[in-house]
């Protein structure tokens, strides 16, 4: 059975930062791409970031880059998503994704190219 288990979210004020984590099992972890996704309230679910197998290469997208760094560690399974300089725009739920194809552009932004996904946990930065 797979799961990608997120924790670390909550609430934080503007300009706070927060570490997100996303445990996986049932997978070969090193094998699969881990992206991060989030779902703003009324808005659809949108690519964060994304890191390939061994972590040599990470993407970020343009409304993150700069304050969100993403990191993975494969002897843990895990992958983190470090949040700095949080605004009221970063608040949603996030989720965790493995993708098992291929590690680059396009796929790594495309929702449909995960392969499984998290539970997804709450995000909220307020001023």
């Known amino acids: 059975q797979v799961q990608l288990v997120e924790s670390g979210g909550g609430l934080v004020q503007t300009g706070g930062s927060l570490r997100l984590s996303c445990a996986v099992s049932?997978?070969?972890?090193?094998?699969?791409?881990m992206g991060w996704f989030r779902r703003a309230p009324g808005k659809e679910r949108e690519f964060v970031s994304a890191?390939?197998?061994?972590?040599?290469?990470?993407y970020l997208s343009d409304s993150v880059k700069g304050r969100f760094t993403i990191a993975r560690d494969n002897a843990k399974n895990t992958v983190y998503l470090q949040m700095n300089d949080l605004k009221p725009e970063d608040t949603g739920v996030y989720y965790c994704?493995?993708?098992?194809?291929?590690?680059?552009?396009?796929?790594?932004?495309?929702?449909?190219?995960?392969?499984?996904w998290g539970q997804g946990i709450p995000v909220t930065a307020s001023s």
């Open positions: 890191i390939t197998r061994s972590g040599s290469s990470t």
């Open positions: 994704a493995a993708l098992g194809g291929p590690a680059d552009l396009p796929f790594v932004v495309l929702r449909k190219a995960y392969d499984y």
């Open positions: 049932g997978i070969t972890f090193s094998s699969y791409v």
